[in-house]
């Protein structure tokens, strides 16, 4: 088990260095513009652009460049030029905001991804199975730039059932809190409760038909502790990887579509105002800061799963 | 239907699936609509996409209405009442025909949606038959590159891509691609979504290079290239098809996420995403501009997303791999990587 872990925490910073390479070159080399005015941004003055070409090196050869860009990320000193304020910090005050969205959608999407596709599952075949199946090929083919604009209006603007947007820290006021955060909540869920109860469906339909299925029933079992202590459990260990890569894509997606319609003030909001004034920096403080998340989220995801699966740590380490 | 190939079979089975023939229609309908574009703005509309109307009156049975009332609110639908010009109402205040911009910008969104996914299915194909036929360091090294990609979230990547692209453009060798086209968000596209085609793919090469039609094909004398392209590029499109079908979904909602954060189609092009951008902003006095694009983009999504479930049963009926259509995750691969 140390062994597995140890390896994939070495693939992780073999691809967190490729990572930071990419970033490296999508901001610096690939473009055909002059690095040192773009980053200087909409408020550019000659003087600006020379400190950030003073500061940047962009004079230097390139493996220097990057190494100069990374102490910046790194260090806390990347600012952004058109608003003067440092990107760490404001990822930082974003970061709470973030995490009550995803968190929360995730709870969500997983309570009634598994209720719906459990559902679907044991009334196979039967109408109640063809309602929710429809419901759930319109829940993956809902956009969230329909549905989160969708709610505000709907339910925040037209009927002022919710409030219309902000976000309230749970430290002030936890209910106030979570009622800021239903509709940004449910505009995230929406596509993964559909995704999940699918995928749930159809793992449950498939493992109905195995032998240690039969065997639970030959013993006795009710078919409610058949479906709930062999057919429903083997099922999820597939969910649980899925799980952990839609976590990480909404953290570094969705979520960003959605704080910016609903004003959430977190990081992703910050990422798209950012990318509205084209201010360079704070693309790549978040671009960095969270594909290292991901990465760093999934690995913990793999070693956890493999801890509790060890058919993947033996497989691993046989080859 | 015995001795036909299997392609027949498959478009058989294809064919009595009605809900997926529904969902082709529906798709056909949507392809039909933003190819009528130029036709409804040059003969009904008789306004381009982008044409301003700011200070405009029309005739509305009979009574004349402004396009834009001097508060700045625009028009709402009015049908057939102005003769088919401004049917579904202006988009703002600049006065803008809300039917042709919603034919143009699916034009966008659609062109971006399949030419994307062409580029990723070309990519794709190459990286896995070369990672699959030559195996051993070449596969090594695309498919460590694959990971790295793979590992990046496509949000984050094509946003990161999409604003550097759109300050100045790219020039690679004697192409130039001048910012603002809409080729930037189309290739930008079409390469963040490659490793979730090529995985798949890549597995499956390494599956039929093992098969004995492969070998006799070797033992015949056939060199490489015949091998790839004769023998493992026919039985690899089947399942490619199917991947391909579900890519225009992620293409699409990529599409629409980043165009509507300003990281994909850019001023004075437009796309349903954004579309959306732009009506966002006025959303609680003109929500239809929100909801029109919007709902464009789930029809056409829910048509790509059920016709391809009907694909992918026709094309292999005993399929247990799921190939989900679905932004971001697939079922992975463990330990192929």
């Known amino acids: 088990m140390a062994r597995f872990a140890l390896r994939r925490l070495g693939g992780m910073v073999l691809v967190l260095f490729a990572i930071s390479v990419i970033v490296f070159a999508i901001f610096a080399v690939i473009p055909s513009y002059d690095p040192a005015a773009a980053i200087a941004g909409k408020n550019r ?18 493996p220097v460049q990057y190494l100069t860009m990374m102490k910046l990320v790194f260090t806390g000193e990347l600012i952004s030029y058109s608003s003067e304020l440092d990107v760490s910090e404001q990822i930082w005050e974003g970061l709470p905001a973030t995490l009550s969205l995803c968190i929360g959608a995730a709870v969500i999407w997983m309570f009634f991804g598994l209720l719906l596709g459990y559902l679907s599952a044991v009334h196979a075949g039967r109408l109640a199975d063809r309602l929710l199946t429809i419901l759930s090929v319109g829940g993956i083919s809902m956009p969230v730039v329909l549905l989160a604009p969708a709610c505000l209006y709907f339910l925040a603007i037209e009927t002022d059932l919710f409030p219309t947007g902000g976000y309230v820290p749970l430290s002030e006021d936890p209910l106030d809190w979570a009622y800021h955060l239903v509709l940004p909540w449910a505009s995230l869920a929406v596509l993964f409760v559909g995704f999940y109860s699918r995928v749930l469906r159809s793992n449950m339909v498939e493992a109905m038909e195995e032998d240690y299925v039969r065997t639970a029933r030959a013993k006795g079992l009710s078919e409610g502790q058949v479906r709930v202590r ?28 959605t704080e910016a319609v609903f004003n959430l003030q977190g990081v992703g909001q910050y990422a798209a105002d950012s990318i509205a004034n084209l201010d360079l920096p704070p693309i790549m403080g978040v671009t960095l800061f969270g594909a290292f998340f991901v990465v760093l989220f999934n690995t913990l995801v793999d070693i956890a799963y493999a801890y509790l699966d060890p058919r993947i740590r033996l497989g691993e380490s046989a080859r | 239907m015995e001795g036909r190939g299997p392609w027949y079979r498959a478009y058989r089975r294809l064919r009595s699936n009605r809900l997926a023939i529904a969902a082709l229609g529906l798709f056909a309908a949507i392809l039909l609509f933003v190819l009528a574009a130029p036709l409804w703005a040059d003969l009904v509309a ?50 803008r025909d809300e039917m042709v911009r919603l034919m143009h910008g699916g034009r966008t969104s659609l062109t971006i949606g399949l030419g994307a996914t062409l580029v990723t299915t070309l990519l794709a ?31 984050l990547l094509g946003i990161a891509l999409g604003t550097a692209l759109a300050i100045s453009g790219i020039q690679i060798g004697p192409l130039t691609i001048s910012s603002g086209s809409t080729w930037l968000p189309l290739l930008v596209i079409g390469f963040v979504l ?23 094909a070797v033992a015949q004398g056939s060199g490489p290239l015949r091998v790839m392209l004769g023998e493992l590029l026919p039985n690899l499109l089947p399942t490619a098809i199917v991947l391909a ?11 629409a996420g980043l165009s509507f954060l300003g990281a994909g189609v850019q001023e004075p092009d437009s796309s349903w995403g954004s579309m959306i951008a732009d009506g966002v902003e006025v959303l609680a006095t003109a929500p239809l501009l929100t909801i029109l694009p919007g709902t464009m983009i789930l029809l056409t999504v829910l048509s790509v997303n059920v016709f391809g479930d009907g694909l992918r049963d ?24």
């Open chain 1, 45 to 62: 003055t000659p003087e600006l652009v020379a400190n950030v070409e003073e500061t940047w090196g962009f004079d230097d050869p390139l």
């Open chain 1, 230 to 257: 062999h057919v429903l459990r083997n099922s999820l260990i597939p969910i649980v990887t899925l799980f952990g890569l839609d976590f990480a894509s909404v953290l570094g997606g969705a979520a960003i579509i």
């Open chain 2, 46 to 95: 008789e306004s381009g996409p982008n044409e301003t109307h700011t200070t405009a009156k029309i005739e509305v049975d009979g009574e004349s209405r402004e396009v834009v009332s001097p508060d700045g609110t625009p028009i709402g639908p009015v049908w057939l009442g102005a003769g088919g010009r401004f049917l579904l109402g202006a988009d703002g205040r600049l006065g």
């Open chain 2, 125 to 155: 194909l190459a990286l896995a038959l070369l990672a699959g036929y030559f195996r051993g360091w070449t596969d090594g090294l695309i498919s460590r590159a694959l990971d790295v990609v793979w590992a990046f979230p496509v949000m």
């Open chain 2, 194 to 216: 490659v490793p979730y085609m090529a995985r798949p793919l890549r597995g499956e090469v390494l599956a039929l290079r093992e098969r004995e039609f492969v070998e006799a």
């Open chain 2, 245 to 255: 079908t579900l890519n225009v979904v992620n293409a699409m909602m990529l599409e």
């Open chain 2, 314 to 337: 026709a094309i292999n009926p005993r399929s247990k791999v799921r190939l989900e259509a679905h932004t971001g995750s697939y079922e992975p691969e463990r330990g192929a990587a």
